[in-house]
Each structure stands twice: as C-alpha cells, then as structure tokens.
C-alpha cells in the first residue's frame, strides 16, 4: 500500500488533468475581490504546487506549506527548475503559523481540507486561515458534500497525459460512515512509462459534510461569511445556489 502524496510526479499529472477551468476561476476571484498592488496568497496543504506553480507564474505572491516533505521536495526543485519564487514551508493545516492580516486570498480545493477529521482541526483550521487573511481577504474552499439523495459517483476514472507519461487514476468511495462522518476512499495509480506497468494503490479517510453540517461550522466560528457559491465548473460567471442535493461545491469565503 502506499501514500499517494508520496508519488508527486504521478500525483501531478494525474491532478493536473482538466485543471484549467479551477486555475482560470481561481484568477477570477483574485482579479475580482483583491486589490492590493501585489496579490499576496496563501496555500495551505500546497502538495506538489499544482495550482500555485502557475499562479506564480502570473505574477502573484505565494506562500504554501504541506506536511508531506516528498511533495513539498517536489515543489522546491519545480520551483528552482523554472526559476519561480515562493515561500514553501513543512505545516500542518491545523496548527500552521504565518504572520497575521497578510494574506489577500487564501485557497484549498479538491477535497484537502476534508483531510481535516475532527470537528475540532478543521476548526482551528477556520480560524488559522482568517488570522492570516487581510481584513475583507478570501478563502475559496472547494469539497464534495453528502447530498441528500446519495453520492452519484462511487467509481471516478481519469487519463492524463504529461509529456511520454501517461497515468491513469480511479478512484473509488468504499466506505461512508455517516455517524462517525468518515469516508474512506482507495485510488489506483497506474502510471504507464515506456516498456512498464506499474500500480500504485491508496487508501485514505476523509471527514463528511453535508450541507447543513458545513455550514453549522461556519456559524460557529463565526469568522467568514460566504460572498458566492460555486460548483464544479468553476464558471465564475454562474454561481450556483447550493442546496442539499449539491455535491462539489466551492466557497467564496470573505474575512468578516
Ligand atoms: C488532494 S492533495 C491537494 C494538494 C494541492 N493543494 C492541490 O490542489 O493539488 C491534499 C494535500 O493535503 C496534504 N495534507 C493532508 N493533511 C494535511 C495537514 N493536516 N496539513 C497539511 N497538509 C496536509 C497532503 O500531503 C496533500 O499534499
């Protein structure tokens, strides 16, 4: 069995496919809701840099910090191979320290901070972030949620292409626990370099939310309030109305 954070390179490819839509929409938001002169943001469990590689590279100012140090390895030698610039540190999205009201936006999608499985970490999580935002700052929050009517996808398969690499992902829900709100999830990682076949496979956890539940943590803490919602199209022209039937959805989170 093996950590699919520890394989970055197959990760990166396998993530990256059709990412143009969430990197574009990210843009967007930070064109839309922050006006400093130097765009400065924050991304907490970064992994391999897949969002914020690009993000550098037009021009925004970026910290980010995960706890895997293969992927952070990753990152630091995608950074220096390119010449980009960031500030990339090893931290755990709960208890992560950077300097107060600096940051204009911060972003965590596709799922990371359901990595986050007490109540009481993706708490801290909430108020950690708010600390380093600018007062008005943004926190765009995307994850899937437990509809009402049941998930509509157990099994997901993707292909992606980088160059002679080729992976190819499935990833498949073989268990939700609604009470303990734990869902355990097991991806097949099959990159397919020239001449070999390889297989990787991961089995991971990761807290549920329903709708109501996400955003009795939201009230609780009492910090944000959401400016819009989005689903998985990332289309920053249609925001979605969320309802107890949503399954991806992204949050524009403002700074009270
Ligand atoms: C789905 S990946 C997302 C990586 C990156 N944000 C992206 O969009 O490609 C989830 C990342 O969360 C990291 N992670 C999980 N739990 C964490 C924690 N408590 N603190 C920091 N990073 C964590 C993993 O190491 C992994 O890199």
Known sequence: MQNWYDLP????????????????????VFNQYCNSKKTELLEPA???????????????????????????????????????????????????????????????????????????????????????LKKNGIYVLGLHLVPDTGLSNKVTCWTAKRGRLTVKSTMTMIKMDKKKRMETLKVVLKPQVINKKQSYTS??????????????????????????????FYDISRPATINSKSEYVVLLLRKK
């Open 203 to 232: 089995v991971y956890q990761l807290r549920t939310y329903t709708l109501k539940q996400l955003m009795k943590l939201l009230d609780k803490i009492s910090i944000f309030e959401i400016v819009n919602a989005y689903d998985e």
């Open 46 to 132: 970064c992994g391999t840099g897949r969002l914020m590689t690009p993000l550098i590279r037009a021009g925004y100012d970026c910290t980010g910090f995960d706890l895997n140090e293969i992927a952070l390895d990753y990152l630091r030698k995608r950074l220096k191979r390119n010449r980009l610039k960031a500030n990339i540190f090893n931290g755990d999205m709960e208890s992560f320290h950077v300097k107060p009201d600096t940051f204009d936006a911060a972003f965590c999608t596709v799922d990371t901070f359901r990595h986050l499985l007490t109540q009481n970490q993706a708490e801290q999580h909430l108020v950690r972030v708010a600390k380093a």
């Open 9 to 28: 390179t197959y990760y990166d490819v396998s993530f990256s496919h059709e990412m143009s839509e969430e990197l574009a929409f990210l843009k967007a």
